[in-house]
């Protein structure tokens, strides 16, 4: 055992959150327990449904309060319940379909729903509802566009959503909603109602660094990161837990037995994202909804990209380094992160060491991380004046799907000539990866229709893809050279629009 | 009744009369999360809760079943194997083929082998990964064409035939085959199979399911613990979707719940976890579709004939009558005077498939809207062209392939007033338009017309019973055969009986589905609910309302005429009491306030044997134009417009009709284009899941849904106010995306060849049809 590890005098043993306006403390919970499980078999609190256990139904949908990094203002969030374990919870302010209606009387959201005929059998109304609530916190006057990216992870198999949406517009009319509350994003000033919610969870905050067991299994959520390297040095085998998006689902759908995780989401030093000498520098536990727009702001072309990764409530828990360390062939973010020659800052105990992350990626669900070794940081280095970003996903549905396909390409041309270039694709092969003789064939090429067919011809060289449920690996390899060619498209004088943003 | 009831719907002055858009009975428990399903019902303290252990193998013999490891397992309490079944070991509805648990034979993968009943339910699902299992492979048949080759098939396969196809198709100008395949769909409502037994007295047991059709499960659990359909009662007050996979599926969790509560005599829930509910239970039937067609320079279809062939499964579930249906409707709209219909019902080591909103018609309309648009492709013309050219007439060619005269064709009019009110011809102009200036993106633009036949195939199944009380403070509980799925039925039958009694809807109490308050019912589906259960519970009001009104006349010395029941209150003559106060008085007179009502559908007689008769009562009629933008790089598609006229008759709630027909489309849009099983070689369902299993999301439904209702159209048979069936027939005015695509996906060869596209449409299908027309180039 390190000695930074006794060092820490106190730990808690029980995890406290805020569930209507009381505070609840629990003692020995399970750190295998999900929310829902504890909602629905433990409170026997059940307008919070289970439709999948994996995070893409949204029947689960519960929202999560707490204070952003400033701690002065509140982050609403939607979250799915059943791939929450938790003990994530420690610290923050949970709200459930139940918490809404207050008196018998509907929350205006929940009146819009009534009133549209946005329920049928009713089973995803809740999730809606949710989501709703956290949309209506965050986003003054959306747009359909933005009602459906709020409402990406909500599946609902009976009303064909037009009522939903017909709700989301009308939920903004109902004059009750001045007595509501607001979240960050809707208005400047702190109200009186997001004040005394942040003096609630300042109660219930503490320093002291929350380690449970029960069920012979043990939740770590250290505050510090030296304190995090070591549990995580002295733990080589735990299980690292950021968003739990992908680490869920092992239980949920698996069964497997976590017996020893350790949290990222409350270690101070990996929860921000600043701009640094040269870099995004992006802490490993930022969630995707943080990291997005500092992304986004400096490459806009990487909007769909992002705007199509999962859904809000995923995107709300999980994070870039889940995202990246997780090292499925088909992560979103990885060919895009890897033609930007982005860099991950990897950790263990007090020592810190950079690899590229073309080069963190060994073999099929094999990283360069060693035992006991965690992602601190990922580095993406600022644009480049002049070069030409993109990346487009491939899947059978727009919004909540995993690619068959994800390609990414960064272009920098001089006198019409290709001086640099970079593609990368997910879905091709055991790893996310560059298509080398790819890039070769471009380089100091014309960029022209001749040279990208040939490159075309080489990207069958570069990867044999398989065949799985997703996609056959004839359309893998078809699709693979074509959006290469939409890239040379877009980027040559003959612009496409895309049919993802028709219509809309 | 007829016109009078037809004014009597405009003058109530009542809460939730009749014709009135009132919101779903439970939508503000909806909303609030306090609507109980099976799973929110408190749990006794004893509850077991149950996992099933699954085949791995498609096909095998068991030869050994090792459960020490699952038995000694934390928390679990007994194991249940085929060898432990008391009574019947079977769950299948119409062929006693389906076993509850493998008794030797596994036949598919994700077949239910054994139970495991544990204190948790995270317990139950630990210990059921236990097991050991070995088997003895045998050979599978994994698909259709296989299983044709090898005369695979859990039916015998059936034909219609009129006139002489053969001749037609050879003295035609014109002549084309083809074929398509045509994956299937999973349900996918939203809550997952469940039941709970509880053991009650003297061995009786009390099922709470998620279930179309309580009485089958009633009957089933019955049979399998060798008891009576006396000592079982089933309940359901909602359910949180079906969508047809709840009308035979849930005898199996049923009857594994029911089982293993014998054997404890402790309550038993099974809820499925959302991949076992998948892999274990029944889809609708994907299809392969041959044809070859004669038809003269305008398109009209001389002769045809069709091969279908479908993927029935393992066993034969309600698969006779979903290919029945398939049969039935491969007309759709169009009148097809020399005809030879094949159908094939395969037997395949995959799961036993089953119903799903349709029921076959689907299929059926696929396989004839697909020549239409061949035939059109082939000669150059707008399809809608062919269409129409091919609509049943008025008073001529109105007869169908099973001998049913159409007699209430609006088809015509709905297209007209479609073709107008979507534009629909400057759209087709500047569609072509925009193909010739886009080389990369295409769009395409269809009209496809929808005749859905309402009624049971099966005659006897068109019965219904209803059961209502009046209390003495005039409240009301009403009760019936029909099972809420989120339809809306339970509002709309409470409709009908505000309307008869004349009381606010508010004063109805809408009470769960019981085996033993209306027996013997009929599962709900074939989009008959509200046709059926509406006019029961109607006679059942009448009843009531006979003796009421016989009552007060005697009370008040008027004449029966003379007393009116109107706005919450009755007239007799010059007195006017409330409904309460009349009820009150009534009940001191001992008048009896309790009535069931029964309902047979008229008019409907159909023989099997030859495939004649008339199996439906009445059709319903829809259109819809749909306008779709591909991208020839990658098959990536999106819907971009939607106009839809939609026939729901004189309808009893313009607000769930209207739900009806928007989520039915969206769900034909999954069925068409995104929605793919995949199996791999092994027989294993790989899309078993969200993750991979792909309805539509919210922003697959169009910004520009335009949904009309065909007004002053009341139905002309003689229906429940005269309103019209509306569950199924809009899930089929999606083939409009789907020949939209084909359209697009024509314009790539500037419409000069048949574009070959399968169904789902995925982004690889609509990519590999462009390839090839492309090649074709
Ligand atoms: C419904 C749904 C939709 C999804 N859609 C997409 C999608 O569109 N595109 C996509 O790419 N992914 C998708 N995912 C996968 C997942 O959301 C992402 O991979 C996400 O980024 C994971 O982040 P996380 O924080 O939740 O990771 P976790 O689940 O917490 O962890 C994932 C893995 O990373 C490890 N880990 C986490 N943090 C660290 C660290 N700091 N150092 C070392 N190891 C660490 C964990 O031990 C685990 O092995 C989806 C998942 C779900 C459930
Ligand atoms: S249950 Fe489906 S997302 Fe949680
Ligand atoms: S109302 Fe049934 S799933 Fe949405």
Not at chain 1, 69 to 92: E, H, M, W, Y
Not at chain 1, 256 to 272: F, K
Not at chain 2, 392 to 406: A, L, N, P, S
Not at chain 2, 733 to 757: E, G, M, Q, Y
Request: glycine fraction near 8%; include cysteine.
């Amino acid at each position: 055992m390190s000695a930074r590890d006794l060092d820490v005098p106190v730990q808690r043993r029980s995890m406290r959150f805020i569930l209507d306006g009381e505070v609840v403390e629990i003692e020995n919970v399970d750190p295998n327990r999900t929310v829902l499980q504890y909602l629905r078999e433990d409170l026997r609190r059940c307008g919070t449904k289970e439709g999948c256990a994996e995070g893409d139904c949204g029947a689960c949908t519960v929202v999560v309060v707490d204070r952003d990094v400033s701690g002065k203002r509140l982050r609403v969030r939607a979250v799915n319940s059943c791939i929450q374990f938790l003990p994530t919870l420690d610290g923050k302010e949970l709200l459930t379909v139940e918490s809404l209606s207050t008196d018998g009387e509907l929350h205006p959201t929940q009146k819009a729903l009534v009133d549209c005929h946005g329920s049928q059998c009713g089973f995803c109304t809740p999730g809606f509802v949710m989501s709703l609530f956290a949309l209506h916190k965050n986003n003054a006057d959306p747009t359909r566009r933005e009602i459906d990216e709020a409402l990406a992870g909500n599946l609902c198999r009976c009303t064909g959503y037009s009522p939903i949406v017909e709700a989301a517009r009308v939920m903004y009319a109902d004059e009750l909603q001045s007595k509501c509350w607001l979240g960050q994003s809707r208005s400047s000033t702190v109200g009186a109602d997001e004040q005394s919610r942040i003096v609630a969870l300042n109660s219930i905050d503490t320093d002291v660094p929350l380690c449970i067991e029960g069920h012979g299994r043990k939740f770590f959520a250290p505050r510090e990161l030296d304190h995090f390297a070591d549990l995580v040095a002295l733990h080589p085998d735990a299980t690292i837990l950021s968003g739990g998006t992908d680490v869920g689902l092992w239980v949920t759908k698996q069964q497997r037995d976590l017996p020893i995780i350790i949290y990222t989401g409350n270690v101070a030093g990996l929860n921000e994202c600043l701009v640094d000498d040269g870099y995004l520098d992006i802490g490993a536990a930022v969630s995707l909804t943080d990291a997005m727009p500092l992304i986004i702001e400096n490459y806009p072309t990487l909007e769909e990209l992002f705007v199509r990764f999962a859904s809000p409530p995923i995107r709300n828990a999980g994070t870039l380094g889940g995202n990246i360390a997780n090292g499925s062939p088909i992560g979103d973010s990885m060919p895009a992160l890897i033609v930007l020659e982005t860099e991950v800052v990897l950790r263990t105990g007090g020592s810190t060491r950079s690899v590229a992350l073309n080069d963190f990626y060994l073999a099929y669900q094999r990283t360069a991380l060693r035992p006991g070794e965690f992602i601190e940081r990922i580095r993406i280095p600022l644009p480049v004046e002049g070069e030409q970003v993109q990346s487009y996903k491939i899947s059978k549905r727009f919004d909540q799907d995993i690619s068959a396909v994800c390609g990414a390409y960064r272009l920098q041309l001089a006198d019409g000539k290709v001086e640099k270039i970079g593609v990368a694709y997910g879905g091709m092969a055991a790893i996310p990866s560059r298509a080398s003789l790819c890039e070769q064939s471009l380089m100091g090429q014309e960029w022209s229709e001749a040279s990208v067919s040939r490159a075309m011809q080489a990207l069958d060289k570069d990867f044999s893809p398989i065949s799985d449920m997703r996609s056959s690996s004839q359309y893998r390899r078809n699709v693979c050279r074509n959006l290469l060619r939409r890239f040379y498209l877009e980027t040559s004088a003959s612009v496409i629009e895309r049919v993802y943003s028709i219509g809309r | 009744m007829g016109a009078d009831a037809i004014t009597s719907r405009a003058n109530s002055k009542i809460a939730g009369a009749v014709g009135t858009a009132v919101p779903h009975d439970s939508a503000r428990l909806h909303a609030t999360g306090r609507a109980a399903y099976t799973d929110d019902i408190p749990e006794p303290r004893d509850v077991l809760h149950l996992a099933v252990g699954m085949s791995a193998k498609p096909h095998a013999r068991i030869r050994r079943i090792d459960l020490a490891a699952v038995i000694s397992a934390p928390g679990v309490v007994a194991v249940m194997t085929a060898a432990d079944i008391p009574g019947e070991n079977n769950c299948g509805p119409v062929v006693h083929d389906d076993p509850i648990l493998a008794p030797g034979l596994v036949q598919y993968v994700g077949q239910a082998v054994f139970s495991v009943a544990a204190g948790s339910v995270d317990q139950a699902r630990r210990a059921v990964r236990l097991a050991k299992i070995e088997y003895e492979a045998l050979d599978p048949i994994l698909d259709i064409r296989k299983a044709i080759a090898a005369k695979s098939f859990v039916l015998p396969t059936q034909k219609i035939e009129r006139g002489d196809s053969k001749s037609a198709i050879a003295n035609a100008a014109h002549r084309l085959n083809g074929s398509a395949t045509l994956g299937g769909q999973d349900q996918f409502y939203l809550e997952g199979q469940i039941a709970m037994a509880l053991p009650a007295e003297d061995g009786d047991l009390f099922v709470y399911s998620s279930t179309q059709h309580p009485g089958e499960i009633q009957l089933l659990v019955a049979e399998a613990t060798g008891k009576t359909l006396k000592d079982v009662i089933v309940e359901c007050r909602r359910m949180g979707g079906a969508f047809g996979g709840k009308e035979s599926q849930p005898a199996l969790i049923a009857c594994i719940a029911a089982l293993m509560a014998q054997k404890t005599g402790r309550a038993c829930k099974l809820r499925l976890d959302r991949d076992t509910d998948m892999i274990m239970t029944g889809k609708r039937h994907d299809f392969v579709v041959d044809y070859e067609v004669g038809f003269n320079e305008r398109g009209r279809i001389e002769g045809i004939e069709f091969m279908f062939a479908s993927r029935c499964g393992m066993s034969v579930d309600l698969s006779g009558a979903i290919n029945d249906r398939a049969m039935f409707h491969c007309d759709n709209a169009y009148f097809l005077d020399n005809v030879t219909i094949v159908s094939h019902r395969c037997k395949t080591n995959t799961v036993s498939n089953t119903a799903f909103r349709g029921f076959g018609g689907p299929q059926g309309m696929f396989g004839i809207e697909l020549v239409v648009d061949d035939i059109a492709r082939h000669l150059g013309v707008d399809p809608l062209e062919v269409r129409r050219e091919n609509f049943y007439g008025i008073g001529e060619r109105d007869t169908t392939q099973y001998r049913q005269k159409v007699e209430d064709n609006i088809i015509h009019e709905i297209v007209d007033e479609l073709v107008r009110t979507s534009d629909y011809r400057k759209r087709v102009a500047k569609v072509r338009e925009f193909n010739q200036a886009s080389p990369v993106l295409k769009r395409g633009i269809a009209l496809t017309p929808v005749k859905f036949g309402i009624s049971f195939t099966a005659t006897h199944l068109n019965q219904a019973g209803a059961l209502l009380h009046v209390y003495t403070d005039g409240t009301v509980h009403l009760n019936h055969g029909g099972t809420e799925m989120g339809q809306g039925l339970f509002t709309k039958v409470a409709q009908v009986v505000a309307n008869e009694l004349q009381i606010d809807i508010d004063r109805i109490k809408i009470t769960a589905s019981d085996t033993s308050k209306v027996p013997n019912a009929s599962a709900t589906a074939a989009s008959s609910g509200s046709d059926m259960n509406g006019k029961a519970a109607q006679i059942a009001a009448k009843k009531i309302k006979d003796r009421l009104t016989e009552f007060a006349a005697n009370h008040f010395s008027v004449t029966e005429l003379d007393v009116v029941f109107g706005n919450n209150e009755v007239r007799a003559g010059n007195n006017t009491v409330s409904f309460a106060e009349l009820v009150r008085l009534a009940w001191f007179s001992r008048i009896s306030l309790s009535a069931t009502g029964f309902y047979r559908t008229p008019k409907i007689n159909y023989d099997r044997a030859t495939f004649s008769g008339r199996p439906f009562f009445y059709f319903a009629y829809g259109a819809a134009v749909s306008e779709v933008i591909i991208d020839t790089l990658t098959g990536e598609h999106r819907l971009t417009r939607v106009d839809i006229l939609h026939d729901c008759g004189a309808s009893l709630n313009p607000a769930i009709d209207m739900g009806q027909i928007q989520g039915g489309f969206i769900q034909g849009v999954g069925w068409l284009t995104s929605e793919e099983l995949w199996w791999n070689a092994e027989g294993e369902l790989k899309t078993h899941a969200p993750s991979t299993y792909k309805i539509p999301a919210c922003s697959d439904v169009p910004e520009d849904f335009r949904v009309r209702m065909l007004e002053s159209s009341p139905n002309r048979e003689e229906t429940i106010y005269r309103s019209k069936a509306v569950g199924e027939p809009p899930l089929m005015l999606s083939l409009s995306v789907f020949h939209a695509i084909r359209d697009a996906v024509a314009s790539v060869s500037n419409n000069t060849r048949r574009p070959r596209l399968d169904s789902p449409a995925t982004p690889e299908a609509v990519l590999n049809a462009v390839t090839e027309q492309q090649v074709s180039e």
